[in-house]
């Protein structure tokens, strides 16, 4: 197996974690401000119809993205009014969002099936043979793949360095303490719900627009689960979201390439590696339980309201 | 004067006469119960189209989409049954027992399964389309047009209907190139353009440049178009997908035969069948051929349809070996429809295992 075949594997594996980096690292945004959103799935694919809707209707890539990053965040405002303002169970809401994004995006999907997507323009495609290996996973791809790329950093220096990223940390630990210190709560919660409601429209419509550019319904397959279990995964680590998408996108692609040549593993077992994986991970990273409980946002899911 | 008076009289007789057709026509009511959403751009899909034909034909229908092939499926059929419907299609395998069960309870309502084989009672019928006629052409032409003599097959589930989708192209395409490679990637999944597509491109990857596929998406001729190497499209015309990588496509053409049904049942003369339509029959469907075939590759291909069509060939014909070199098929005899329903072997010249 030459160098170059490596290169040209790791680049597929790179171009399927993008959506899980992308929709991981929004609802990491959401937790670490205590809420736990389920409805990641149903933002998905409200993103991944209305950007191959807005693609198709207005021809522009541009407000297509766009589109689909204001329809994950407006879908997301309806969990945002009734988890803060009325104070509903998370969890159940989540499941609802799910459920009514999946729905909805086939109702206005109905139109859309059957027609061929836009080709994405890529960067840098000229350069992608000058460089043996690193030439594939360098070069070649769309602007989202660069920015899924950065953003896990980004969320990093934003929680860690940031005062903004300081006060979401503490609205996710101590919403009281937090409300004490005079930080609106409720803003601080609502902005994460937005924010992450846009990433997942974005991972949508990198589905519906770049990877696979056509619109079929459900074509996030789960994805959405996929990216709610990396959180937990990454321990409310963005750089360690990295990692646990390019585990999960890669492992499919790798059992790929192993039929393909002909290695005689069971299928059956190939396809299970990836929960196989996650399980030796999540016994991995329990040990050390102090670690987990100090990295766990202390009041994950729980509904705060100020008694006036 | 009088010649008027004919006119007219006659012509409103046509036109009572063409009233009372219609009338008994719009009396009878179809049911489709779909596997999948009619939006899967795939088998679903294709089924919908045969429905809207039956409609375009005069008839009410109703479809209910997203049955699982469980307790659910029984419960759909039988209010189904109730709500009085006549003839109800059921289009997928996994509804074969409910169909039956059914069937027994509801003895006047008549009811259609596809890729199911039980008729237990004189109200089911079954009816299926031989698909693998399709892939002997499309094996035909990778055999022809592969230049690496490495062709990918991305395949759904490890049943008969894919084995034998399988073999029939490989069979084909070894005649015309002897030294082609079938590598072929289980995807397990009907429909899911993600996976589809990361299986596509790990055959490209390792050097495929023809493409086949037994999944329902068109995701797989996309990645073909992109990556410049060639592809079949599956279920429906896929050429507008990927206009340079899509050879042809293999269409499901269920509408001839659902009208053909709906109106047997309106005329009184629907019985009970098992029928195992292909090129002939007008069930599977060749796509017109791209230009980038050969000029004496298309005559070829035109000339193997219209074998095919005619039953002078037979995708299945002997000698055939499976993987150790035991005969299948022996000199001269072709496989029986027995054979066919139950393959689960491969054929000699397919590479690796079948899942279990």
Redesign the interface.
């Known amino acids: 197996m030459d160098i170059n ?1 490596i290169g ?2 790791l680049a ?1 594996i790179m171009a ?1 974690a993008v959506p899980l980096i992308l929709a991981s690292c929004g609802e990491l945004i959401t937790e670490r401000s205590g809420v736990l959103n389920l409805g990641v799935e149903g933002m998905m694919i409200i993103g991944a119809i209305s950007g191959f809707a807005l693609m198709t209707v207005t021809g522009n890539l541009f407000i297509a993205v766009i589109g689909a990053m204001l329809a994950g965040l407006l879908i997301s405002s309806i969990f945002a009014f009734l988890t803060q303002t009325l104070i509903t169970n998370h969890v159940a809401t989540g499941l609802a969002l799910t459920i009514f994004g999946i729905g909805i995006s ?1 109702m206005i ?2 139109n859309f ?2 027609i ?2 836009k080709e994405f323009p890529v960067l840098f495609d000229g350069l992608k043979d000058t460089i043996p290996f690193l030439g594939p996973i360098l070069f070649g791809h769309s602007v989202v793949f660069y920015f899924a790329f950065a953003l896990p950093f980004l969320t990093n220096f934003f929680l860690k360095k940031t005062k903004i990223g300081l006060i979401v940390r503490a609205v996710g630990d101590s919403p009281v303490s937090a409300s004490n210190q005079g930080i609106n709560v409720k803003l601080v919660r609502y902005s994460c719900i937005l924010y992450g409601g846009a990433m997942c429209g974005l991972a949508g419509a990198y ?1 519906s627009m770049i ?9 996030t ?1 789960g ?1 959405g689960w996929i990216a709610l279990a990396l959180v937990v995964f990454s321990t409310w680590n963005p750089i360690k979201i990295l990692f646990g998408a390019m585990i999960f996108g890669g492992l ?2 790798i059992q ?2 192993m ?4 290695v ?1 593993i ?3 077992f190939l ?1 299970a590696l990836p929960y196989i994986i996650t399980i030796i991970v999540l016994v991995v990273i329990s040990r050390d339980s102090r670690k987990i409980r100090l990295s766990t946002p202390s009041s994950l899911g729980k509904s705060f309201y100020k008694d006036n | 004067m009088h010649k008027i008076f004919t006119r007219s009289l006659v012509s409103s007789l046509v036109f009572l006469f063409t009233l009372t057709v219609s009338a008994v026509a719009k009396d009878v009511k179809a049911a489709f119960v779909y596997i999948g959403p009619t939006g899967d751009h795939g088998w679903t899909y294709q089924h919908d189209v045969g429905r809207k034909a039956v409609e375009a034909a005069g008839f009410k229908t109703t479809y209910v989409e997203g049955v699982p092939e469980s307790a659910d499926a029984e419960r759909v059929l039988r209010q189904l049954a109730n709500s009085g419907h006549d003839v109800i299609f059921t289009t997928s395998f996994g509804y074969m027992n409910p169909t039956n069960k059914v069937a027994k309870e509801f003895p006047n309502v008549k009811f259609e399964h596809a890729t199911g084989y039980k008729r237990e009672h004189p109200n089911v019928s079954t009816y299926a389309a031989r698909f693998y006629e399709g892939r002997t052409i499309l094996g035909t032409i990778a055999g022809t047009m592969t230049k690496s003599n490495v062709i990918g097959y991305v395949a759904s589930f490890p049943i008969p209907e894919v084995i034998r989708g399988i073999n029939s192209f490989t069979l084909a395409a070894q005649k015309v190139n002897p030294n082609i490679k079938t590598k072929i990637v289980w995807a397990f999944t009907w429909y899911d353009p993600g996976k589809e597509a990361e299986a596509a491109k790990a055959l490209i990857d390792q050097g495929a440049d023809v493409i086949a596929q037994h999944t329902d998406s068109t995701a797989i001729v996309q990645i073909a178009e992109k990556a410049g190497v060639y592809a079949f499209g599956q279920a429906s015309d896929m050429d507008k997908f990927a206009p340079k990588a899509v050879l042809t496509s293999v269409e499901n053409n269920w509408g001839p035969y659902y009208v053909d049904r709906v109106k047997a049942v309106a005329n009184g003369t629907w019985n009970q069948k098992d029928t195992w339509h292909g090129i002939g029959d007008g069930m599977v469907v060749i796509s017109d051929l791209d230009s980038a075939l050969p000029a004496d590759l298309k005559a070829k291909v035109k000339k193997l349809e219209a074998d095919l069509a005619s039953g002078k060939v037979h995708s299945f014909t002997g000698p055939i070996y499976d993987q150790k070199g035991n005969l299948m098929v022996a000199d001269g005899k072709t496989a029986d429809d027995g054979m066919l329903a139950g393959m689960m072997t491969y054929v000699k010249g397919v590479e690796g295992d079948i899942p279990n």
């Open positions: 075949f040209l594997i597929s399927s086939a999907g109905k099936v059957g061929p997507g589905l990877y696979t550019p056509q619109w079929i319904e459900n074509m397959g994805r499919t692609i790929f390439h039929q393909a040549i002909g005689r069971p299928v059956q396809s």
